[in-house]
């Protein structure tokens, strides 16, 4: 999700400066006729749009940081996240926003320049250049290769992990019809207007050329819509995975007829005894004579300190013995659980290698370094960041901690009924296998409330985006409506030409984010048909369709106030 919210963020912002550049670029173009040399020229972008830009990315981070807290207390109260969830902002992560929209910002002001003083200063004044045949071959080739690797990751077989597989090529995919964007869509835009030919074949004429020859405004217009759909639809498509079938699938693993699991209401003792939830869980287990063997897990949350990155993470405690009879522990990769002491811990995969380091801090802020000795897979129901031995942050406490517990008994009900018959016990609930199952299935459809949000988030700044492409867009072709008006040609006739021209561009991003979508599903289909689970009947096919109704008409609206703008402040001169 973080990957794909700094490469629209990237893509915007270079398109975006992109398009500034060129809306002003009579005035850098001057200079350039003038004698200007490239680099004068560029000084004078990063000049232009330097400060606005700093402020903006400034201001920006601000905002972003002050609305984590009420989104994340919005997240939790709709479902999307354990009562527990708390937001936490590390200044690591702040400065690094700041460098990475920095670099955005000069990276597409280099663009945009480069694009200005690659041409003689005459087509740079006239507008009228197109991009050069080196700098096209260059984008369709980079684009190439990464939609082909896309298409690698999509459907060639890999041990990457199915969620990461849909990321890494709907990146790949946005980032290749980013590159391509110039190049193909004034094309596929001048093809679009063909469709208006028999209601106004002069508009038609007129919004096909102006397509053709302002590669940059129909890719300006069109990145927005390119990245509203690739964005939402696949994440909506990737919540189809967690649904029932994969949970089921995912929970099959546990070997144990019994789950238990705490509230989560707190830590410490039970009502009326000193002894703490985990050891009261232990104790139980160990009395029953109905219990065979028995797992138990107390999992806490600590602040975890690699070195390159702080975060909150979730440490699943327990003792050896549970440590080494426990059978829902899946798939070690590397190194040996066996390795377990008071100075080492296991790292689920992805969150770290054999022989690195990693300090815990709980509720006292006491620092704990501990060496990682094994990599494990998953822990079904329970999902942890690391395993440790009980002793091994020695009496420091995480925060929000639960006891999970996986017993292993011939008679389940019987053991399930003395649970749920000791008073005292209240503090945890003890599932069957497949009532496990029922609850993990709504506390993930719960989860995906949460996503929706964000989801609808991106779908908002990404039409808030588009508003802007096509303003920006009917501004800088006002001098070419002028003279159209100049020669006669009818208010009406100079209307429907923008309408064309706009809403053609924004076509033609669906057209081609149809055929990727496309990829996608397909590929979605198989890495889940692989790992035995299904897709949901394609709802993101419905919503595909209401976001491009939803785009054509916006950027419609857009046309028609901006061009009502330009003709006020027309007559307010003259």
């Given at each position: ?78 479902g999307g996240a354990a009562p527990t969830f708390r937001m936490a902002i590390h200044p690591q992560g702040i400065l690094l926003t700041l460098l990475f929209m920095l670099l955005a910002l000069l990276l597409g002001i280099l663009l945009a320049t480069r694009r200005l003083t690659d041409v003689t200063p005459i087509e740079a004044v006239a507008g009228m250049s197109a991009p050069s045949h080196t700098i096209g071959r260059m984008r369709i080739a980079a684009a190439i290769v990464l939609g082909a690797g896309g298409l ?262 019987a053991v399930q009924s003395a649970w749920n018959a000791d008073s005292s016990l209240s503090w945890a609930h003890m599932y069957t296998k497949q009532e496990f199952i029922d609850y993990y299935v709504a506390y993930r459809r719960q989860g995906r409330t949460g996503v929706s949000t964000f989801i609808a988030g991106a779908a908002f700044i990404a039409l808030i985006a588009l508003i802007q492409a096509v303003g920006t867009a009917v501004r800088e072709a006002a001098p070419g409506d002028r003279l159209l008006a100049q ?88």
């Open positions: 999700m973080v990957s794909s919210c700094l490469l629209a963020s990237l893509v915007l912002t270079v398109s975006a400066v992109g398009f500034l550049v060129q809306e002003n670029r009579r005035q850098y173009a001057l200079l350039y006729l003038n004698g200007g040399t490239p680099r004068q020229v560029r000084l004078m972008v990063m000049a232009t749009l330097g400060a606005p830009g700093l402020a903006a990315i400034a201001l920006g981070t601000i905002a972003g940081c002050g609305l984590c807290f009420p989104l994340a207390r919005l997240l939790v109260r709709i690698a990751v999509g459907f060639v077989p890999s041990g990457m992990q199915a969620e990461a597989r849909i990321i890494v090529q709907t990146m790949l995919y946005v980032a290749a019809t980013a590159l391509a964007a110039p190049i193909i869509m004034p094309h596929i835009a001048a093809f679009v207007t063909a469709l208006s030919a028999p209601f106004n074949r002069a508009a038609y004429l007129v919004a096909r050329q102006r397509s053709l020859r302002g590669g940059q405004r129909a890719a300006s217009v069109a990145l927005p819509v390119i990245i509203l759909l690739l964005v939402v639809c696949p994440f909506l498509s990737m919540m189809d995975v967690g649904t029932a079938e994969s949970v089921a699938t995912d929970m099959a693993r546990i070997p144990s007829p019994l789950v238990l699991r705490s509230t989560g209401t707190g830590a410490g003792s039970t009502d009326g005894s000193p002894e703490s939830h985990y050891a009261a869980a232990m104790a139980f287990a160990r009395n029953s004579s109905n219990v065979e063997s028995a797992s138990i897990f107390d999992a806490e949350r600590y602040a975890a300190d690699t070195g390159r990155t702080v975060r909150t993470a979730l440490v699943a405690k327990c003792d050896r013995d549970t440590l080494l009879t426990s059978l829902v522990i899946h798939a070690v990769t590397d190194g040996s659980l066996n390795d377990l002491d008071d100075d080492a811990v296991a790292v689920a995969s992805g969150y770290g290698q054999v022989g690195d380091t990693v300090t815990f801090r709980g509720t006292d802020d006491a620092p704990h370094t501990l060496r990682i000795v094994a990599v494990f897979g998953s822990l079904p129901g329970l999902q942890p960041d690391y395993i440790a031995l009980t002793d091994a942050l020695g009496t420091s406490r995480g925060s929000n901690a639960y006891v999970m517990g996986y017993l292993d008994t011939g008679s389940p009900l020669i006669c040609a009818p208010r009406r006739l100079v209307t429907a030409i923008g309408l064309i021209e706009y809403t053609a561009d924004v076509i033609a991003a669906a057209l081609t984010s149809a055929l990727v979508f496309t990829l996608i599903w397909i590929s979605m289909t198989l890495i889940t048909r692989a790992d035995g689970l299904g897709l949901l009947p394609p709802v993101p096919a419905r919503v595909f369709l209401i976001l491009i109704l939803a785009c054509v008409a916006i950027s419609a609206m857009e046309c028609l106030a901006a061009m009502g703008r330009n003709r006020r402040t027309c007559e307010n001169r003259s």
